[in-house]
């Protein structure tokens, strides 16, 4: 091979390429939408996998409630009489573990008689427990066992000393708290006027015992279902009077919103009755001039009342199972005019998990004869009061009940 041979079969030398500023951000730009395309793939991806079993959840899914939209003003503001405080925690929890849901409590001298979830009529005498009578069938402890089981609610003292009982499925009962004997005074399974007893709840009795004043806070929702009642808002519920002399009832108030606790008058003119799902107390005359009447006690309150007890003042003590806080946030007053939402709830959520939504928060209130706030007692994350459904004063003690803590609460008034 000669010289010229080599030279032509030389290849050129390329000069080594010039990384530019424009060539840099082109590749970076490239590389980032490319990125980006796989960030939005995946999340759209994602997306899918969690939306449609909801919308196929939404769609296909039957909600088990008709729910109505109800009007809730705006809560009060917890300040002033209302200012939260740490009071009910200087409450001491009696029996713990020993008993479940002690609704509401009657006391008859140092005794105190309490029913419970699981069926029972207790007496609490000398730190003990003893069981006076069972209304329903031994089984219990489930929700599908409940109507059989009984759930004992509102008790009170009779004048003789008896025990009046109201069962949310049983009816109404005296009980001898000695013998333990039930009388059924009113059975859920003879309607009144056209409509059945489904959830009878609290009562009150008068001084000589010839007038039983319940609520039947449904008669489309049992107990089991209070929830479903509440969120439904469903306005079925009544105030009825049982005479026990000529054995009739009668309806003095419907179409209210999960009637719950009553209580009369000191003259024994009127009668109050808690409307929980509208945070309210309706007065409804019994004797008087106005006797037939009705009005508005107290509206707005700042949570859903349950039980209501008279109060050595003169006044009464309200329980509230839940608090409309204000400042801050209330699932119920929330949902109170979406229906719709409140479908997409219960479509996807039962009413333990529902329940766990609500804030711990406790309140007892304190009300004049005229329904005038006195005081508030306050566990604002149920650190030691939990689930309230009443405040039963005795011997300058409050005894606190409720519908699901396994103890009950006692409270010296003079601490607070």
Same mark, same amino acid.
């Given at each position: 091979?000669?010289?010229?041979?080599?030279?032509?079969?030389?290849?050129?030398?390329?000069?080594?390429?010039?990384?530019?500023?424009?060539?840099?951000?082109?590749?970076?730009?490239?590389?980032?939408?490319?990125?980006?395309?796989?960030?939005?793939?995946?999340?759209?991806?994602?997306? !899918?996998?969690?939306?449609?079993?909801?919308?196929?959840?939404?769609?296909?899914?039957?909600?088990?409630?008709?729910?109505?939209?109800?009007?809730?003003?705006?809560?009060? !503001?917890?300040?002033?009489?209302?200012?939260?405080?740490?009071?009910?925690?200087?409450?001491?929890?009696?029996?713990?573990?020993?008993?479940?849901?002690?609704?509401?409590?009657?006391?008859?001298?140092?005794?105190?008689?309490?029913?419970?979830? *699981?069926?029972?009529?207790?007496?609490?005498?000398?730190?003990?427990?003893?069981?006076?009578?069972?209304?329903?069938?031994?089984?219990?402890?489930?929700?599908?066992?409940?109507?059989?089981?009984?759930?004992?609610?509102?008790?009170?003292?009779?004048?003789?000393?008896?025990?009046?009982?109201?069962?949310?499925?049983?009816?109404?009962?005296?009980?001898?708290?000695?013998?333990?004997?039930?009388?059924?005074?009113?059975?859920?399974?003879?309607?009144?006027?056209?409509?059945?007893?489904?959830?009878?709840? *609290?009562?009150?009795?008068?001084? *000589?015992?010839?007038?039983?004043?319940?609520?039947?806070?449904?008669?489309?929702?049992?107990?089991?279902?209070?929830?479903?009642?509440?969120?439904?808002?469903?306005?079925?519920?009544?105030?009825?009077?049982?005479?026990?002399?000529?054995?009739?009832?009668?309806?003095?108030?419907?179409?209210?919103?999960?009637?719950?606790?009553?209580?009369?008058?000191?003259?024994?003119?009127?009668?109050?009755?808690?409307?929980?799902?509208?945070?309210?107390?309706?007065?409804?005359?019994?004797?008087?001039?106005?006797?037939?009447?009705?009005?508005?006690?107290?509206?707005?309150?700042?949570?859903?009342?349950?039980?209501?007890?008279?109060?050595?003042?003169?006044?009464?003590?309200?329980?509230?199972?839940?608090?409309?806080?204000?400042?801050?946030?209330?699932?119920?007053?929330?949902?109170?005019?979406?229906?719709?939402?409140?479908?997409?709830?219960?479509? !996807? !959520?039962?009413?333990?998990?529902?329940?766990?939504?609500?804030?711990?928060?406790?309140?007892?209130?304190?009300?004049?004869?005229?329904?005038?706030?006195?005081?508030?007692?306050?566990?604002?994350?149920?650190?030691?009061?939990?689930?309230?459904?009443?405040?039963?004063?005795? *011997?300058?003690?409050?005894?606190?009940?409720?519908?699901?803590?396994?103890?009950?609460?006692?409270?010296?008034?003079?601490?607070?």
């Amino acid at each position: 091979m000669n010289e010229m041979e080599g030279v032509r079969q030389r290849r050129p030398i390329r000069p080594p390429p010039v990384v530019t500023d424009e060539a840099t951000e082109q590749n970076v730009k490239e590389r980032s939408t490319y990125s980006g395309k796989v960030f939005l793939v995946t999340f759209l991806t994602l997306a !899918l996998l969690v939306l449609l079993p909801l919308l196929a959840a939404v769609f296909v899914l039957k909600c088990p409630i008709d729910p109505q939209p109800i009007s809730l003003p705006e809560p009060p !503001l917890l300040s002033g009489i209302l200012e939260p405080n740490l009071k009910l925690r200087q409450a001491v929890r009696l029996f713990e573990g020993q008993l479940v849901g002690p609704e509401s409590i009657a006391s008859f001298g140092d005794v105190l008689y309490t029913g419970t979830a *699981d069926g029972q009529i207790l007496k609490i005498e000398d730190g003990k427990i003893h069981t006076v009578a069972r209304l329903g069938r031994p089984l219990c402890g489930t929700k599908e066992l409940e109507p059989s089981c009984g759930r004992p609610l509102g008790i009170r003292i009779g004048p003789s000393g008896t025990l009046f009982v109201a069962d949310c499925y049983l009816g109404i009962f005296e009980v001898n708290p000695v013998t333990g004997d039930a009388k059924m005074l009113v059975s859920p399974s003879n309607p009144i006027q056209g409509k059945k007893l489904s959830f009878v709840n *609290d009562l009150a009795v008068t001084q *000589d015992g010839k007038k039983i004043y319940f609520t039947d806070s449904s008669s489309k929702w049992q107990r089991r279902d209070y929830l479903y009642l509440i969120m439904e808002g469903t306005d079925d519920g009544r105030l009825l009077e049982y005479d026990t002399v000529t054995k009739e009832v009668k309806v003095l108030l419907d179409g209210l919103r999960f009637p719950n606790g009553v209580q009369l008058s000191p003259a024994e003119d009127f009668v109050l009755v808690v409307e929980t799902t509208m945070a309210r107390i309706r007065r409804y005359y019994v004797a008087g001039l106005r006797k037939g009447g009705a009005d508005m006690f107290l509206e707005n309150m700042p949570g859903f009342p349950d039980n209501i007890r008279p109060s050595s003042s003169g006044g009464y003590w309200v329980a509230m199972s839940a608090v409309r806080q204000n400042p801050g946030f209330s699932m119920v007053d929330f949902l109170s005019q979406k229906p719709w939402l409140k479908e997409l709830v219960f479509k !996807l !959520l039962g009413q333990e998990t529902a329940l766990k939504l609500v804030p711990k928060y406790s309140l007892v209130l304190e009300l004049s004869e005229s329904g005038i706030y006195l005081r508030s007692l306050h566990d604002p994350n149920g650190e030691v009061v939990t689930y309230i459904s009443e405040a039963h004063e005795h *011997d300058g003690h409050l005894y606190l009940g409720s519908f699901r803590s396994p103890f009950i609460c006692k409270l010296n008034l003079q601490d607070v």
